[in-house]
């Protein structure tokens, strides 16, 4: 079995350590290996590590500029900090993105339609297109919110640079 097969059933079990250990083995003879990487941003997220779920979040950046997750995980990790130029800077990027509609491949859907004669798998037809259309209201929402900080920001833009500077001159 792959590692990255193995690494996302770990990670369906939120076996988290496991698939730490996994996507770590992967990345040691593939350093650039997106799915490793992101595993591993959401990992230690979810662990609580906030510091390694960034340090791995940038590098998903470097390697894919337009990675919609680690876009969002970067301008909310910034806006837990309240560090509303870096949180503007990631909104803007999220913006910009021009996603197109999470669809399955023809293959797939080919394959559920004729074996969806059994009940088990009629169910994860059904199953398919409720996640596909989860996701892609998920990323709909998360465009919109990030328009909407983008036009927050820009619209008080003054008041929060003269917060930051009081908050810099506080001793």
Known sequence: MSVSIEAARALGRGDYDKVISLCNKSLET?????????????CYSQKGDRELGFLFAN???????????????????????????NTYHFACKLSELKLEPITPPRW???????????S?????????GLGITKLNNWHEA????????????????????????AMDEKP
């Open 108 to 118: 797939f859907n080919i394959l559920i339609k004729v074996t969806s004669f059994f």
């Open 142 to 165: 998360n465009i919109e919110w990030a328009k909407e900080f983008k036009h927050w920001y820009e619209s008080n833009q003054d008041a929060i640079i003269a917060h930051g500077k």
């Open 30 to 42: 593939n350093p650039g290996e997106i799915s490793s990487l992101q595993m591993l941003r959401h």
């Open 59 to 85: 590098k998903v950046i470097e390697l894919e500029p337009e990675n919609f997750e680690s876009l969002f995980h970067l301008a909310n990790y910034y806006l837990d900090l309240k560090d509303f130029e």
């Open 120 to 128: 088990k798998n009629k169910k994860l037809q059904e199953d398919c």
